[in-house]
């Protein structure tokens, strides 16, 4: 028998990508929209709107037109859950990755070289501990596509406390990535 672990006071349990997804398959989460595992923490989400549907979906075509023209090997993929052990399985609106498809695998967090969340709602969640996540992953590069304040926000350089450069780029002008050399798409018709 194992011996139960003992602390001088409570303390918060925080889930494992393994916990979250052995909850999953037993439809746990069935009644939310969509869930996503931060820092051991399950998340429900907001459901997407109209806003965030046609922000993304155009993101998604000219960052996956740009990606096939300047990263060989590189594919764009909407939505698609995210291992970064131990508690993190976030679902971004975009990713840049060169990871092959697998059955019933996320994609390793190691294999991404660009994050795009699409922020109608969310932006000061993906702009905090979304980046400290990402960032403490070493994704190089991230993007916070905020529909209410009109601006992408561009952030680079990941390290333990966050990224350490950022830059704001008004919805409008093209965006050109600063860890991928050639990739620049518009930002046009976003909003």
Do not use: C
Not at 103 to 110: F, I, K, L
Not at 125 to 136: S, T
Not at 150 to 164: C, D, F, K, M, V
Not at 165 to 181: D, N, S, V
Request: charged share 25%; net charge negative.
């Amino acid at each position: 028998m194992t011996a139960l672990r003992k602390w001088d006071e409570p303390r918060p349990v925080k889930l494992t990508i393994d916990d979250f997804l052995r909850l999953d398959e037993t439809e746990a989460f069935r009644d939310y929209a969509k869930t996503e595992l931060i820092e051991g923490v399950i998340f429900a989400m907001n459901a997407q709107y109209s806003a965030h549907a046609h922000a993304k979906t155009l993101l998604l075509r000219r960052l996956a037109d740009a990606v096939d023209k300047v990263l060989p090997g590189y594919v764009t993929w909407s939505e698609v859950s995210v291992a970064i052990p131990p508690g993190n399985l976030p679902e971004p609106d975009l990713v840049v990755t060169n990871f092959r498809p697998s059955p019933r695998a996320p994609v390793p967090a190691e294999t991404i070289a660009l994050v795009v969340e699409v922020a109608d709602t969310t932006a000061a969640f993906d702009l905090g501990q979304k980046a400290g996540v990402y960032a403490r992953a070493t994704i190089a590069e991230y993007w916070v596509v905020d529909l209410d304040a009109g601006a992408i926000r561009q952030l680079w350089e990941p390290g333990t406390e966050g990224y350490g450069q950022q830059k704001t780029i008004a919805l409008g002008e093209p965006i050109a990535a600063i860890t991928m050399k050639g990739l620049k798409i518009e930002t046009t018709g976003l909003r």
